[in-house]
């Protein structure tokens, strides 16, 4: 989480802070907004890895803007553990966000729809958060703004957030670290959540891997407060490796997703047969744990 990078660095005495980011490309950088009390600003990767001296010179606007979360949840369930299922709704200036993240939220809602049938023996809490494409606002303010006993009482949080990408992978988060690379495991009962989408796709015959929980989604703020978490993930702007086109097909050296946070990310940056199975797979581990009475 970079607001927790920048706080290291304050805490260490820094009187600024660059930010490098940690892959190739452009990157929107800044002040981190009001809590930040040292001017932060992002560089490209390629920009850090150059040695030398250089001066920095940003031009930048604070401004206040509203933003919303949209909550609904069904009037039959115990609430003290709460299923919660979310994707956020809005996607970054320079694209439409059909995949990035129309795709989960499409999936949030129509999953939303289908609950009207049914009595879960779990409340099912789903959520539109706003806001995620500048730093995660929406899922941060609401779990910060839960008391320590609305937190206990979210049994786990299911996120979708791009999972319809045309170089698609079905990725899991790796709730239990299992791979032993990269970021570490989630909170406790998020492996429990990564088996039940391994046994999802495995019941399609359909080939999956393990995604690190990065901090780049709204699954953050869950796991910072230790709640378990999980969901699943096609890639974003990340390379699909030899490996990967052979296990999922697609093309190996290109995007997951080639139109990420670009003009190009319309309806036809859909991969449709992941959106279905995608949105089958939430829906199973939905239902597996709303209606699971213990």
Known sequence: MLDLKVKKAVAAGAAGVVIVNDREGDMRGGLTGPQARVPVVGVRKQDGDLRGYAEIVASTMSERRVTRNLIVQTPQGRTDEVIMVGAHLDSVQEGPGINDNGSGSAAVLE???RMRQFQPDRAVRFVWWGAEELGLLGSKHYVESLSQQERENIGLYLNLDMIASPNSI?????????DRVGEGPGPRG??????????FYDSRGLPHTGVDFTGRSDYGPFIMAGIPAGGVFTGADAQ????????FGGIPDKPLDPCYHLACDTIKNIHLVALDVNADAIAHAVAA??????
């Open 111 to 113: 999953l939303a729809l």
């Open 190 to 199: 998020s492996d429990e959540i990564e088996r039940t989408f391994q046994a």
């Open 240 to 247: 699909k490796t030899a490996e990967q086109a052979a296990q």
């Open 289 to 294: 744990y709303a209606f699971w009475d213990r």
């Open 170 to 178: 079905y990725g899991i988060f790796d709730g239990d670290d299992s």
